[in-house]
């Protein structure tokens, strides 16, 4: 760029292109309109073409005019993006607006937002949850700067870009001292499997990602549903029906781990050769993340290897 070309030079030229006239932009940038006409001829001069075509009735732009004015107008918006980058960056509170699926609300974000809180001091991390379709919509349009679970095979994806942590499979878990566990221990797998059709079920709501991975653990061993079924997203209120009844809960490990760590629940040796998923962080390619959404997701990938080498559990221990 030549140096003899300064940000007044670009400011004052975009204004009068706008304004199609140097009395109005002179107006708008609080200066006189000699010193509009005159900053005008120095960028003219510097570039050594004419930029408009003044008459009595304004300033309007000639074909060079109009191709400088897409590079500088992108120039200006680089320059205020750089300076809200700065004072982001300096500023005692940073927001990073994150959706969050079931899969990773439980353990993986708490964990995370705990060693951001750590680490980083003033840093709001604002969550919103519910089903895929409806976060991938959010962010889509920019209400949303990632979104964080169970998310390959959604078709709600197409377009956006997809960086997997970690994979995980579907457990089915019962409350301490439920009928199926000591029917397991005294009979063979196949009869422990077949018994579990008597019990209510807890699964994900239908239409979502997790439901159709809790329903394949079903078809792969030929099990027919209860028809006694609650379907929630909400992990709270799945294991406080859990531990409440017989009900069996079929969800992703990350969600039970700690409970079954602890003895809380207890885990049904289901084989699960065909429920694995992988877990990660959906973003917006045509929209930069901030610095505190790129902090947020260094964060997750750390979170992420210490879950593919230890689990989750050990974050509760």
């Known amino acids: 760029m030549d140096a003899r070309i300064k940000f007044r030079h670009l400011s004052c030229f975009l204004e009068v292109a706008r304004q199609q006239s140097v009395a109005r932009a002179a107006d708008v940038l609080c200066i006189t309109q000699p010193a509009v006409s005159k900053t005008i001829k120095e960028l003219e001069g510097i570039l050594e073409v004419q930029l408009f075509e003044r008459s009595r009735e304004g300033s309007r732009l000639l074909p060079a005019g109009m191709v400088f004015q897409r590079y500088a107008g992108t120039v200006i918006k680089t320059m205020e993006a750089g300076m809200d980058a700065v004072k982001q960056a300096g500023a005692a509170k940073s927001i990073i607006r994150v959706g969050v699926l079931s899969t990773v609300e439980a353990e993986v974000i708490p964990e995370a937002v705990k060693r951001a809180h750590k680490r980083h001091d003033g840093l709001i991390i604002s969550v919103t949850t519910g089903p895929s379709s409806f976060l991938l919509s959010q962010l889509r349009v920019g209400e949303l700067e990632l979104v964080v679970g169970r998310l390959t095979e959604a078709r709600e994806v197409r377009g956006l870009s997809f960086e997997q942590l970690y994979s995980e499979s579907m457990l089915a878990v ?59 997203l909400s992990p709270a209120l799945s294991r406080r029906y859990t531990l409440n ?45 901030s610095i505190a959404g790129e902090i947020f997701c260094d964060i997750l990938r750390e979170v992420g290897n210490d879950i593919c080498s230890q689990g989750a559990a050990h974050f509760n221990p």
């Open 245 to 289: 009844s017989d009900a069996i809960w079929v969800a992703p490990a990350s969600v039970v781990q700690t409970a079954i760590h602890l003895g809380e629940l207890v885990l049904l040796p289901v084989p699960d050769s065909q429920t694995h998923g992988a877990i990660g962080i959906c973003t917006n390619s045509a929209a930069q993340l």
């Open 174 to 232: 019962v409350r301490p001292g439920h009928p199926l566990i000591q029917l397991w221990h005294e009979q063979d797998a196949k009869v422990a499997l077949n018994a579990m059709e008597g019990f209510a079920l807890v699964l994900p709501s239908e239409n979502t990602i997790i439901r159709e991975y809790a329903d394949q653990l079903f078809i792969q061993h030929g099990l027919l549903q209860s028809p006694s079924r609650l379907e929630t």
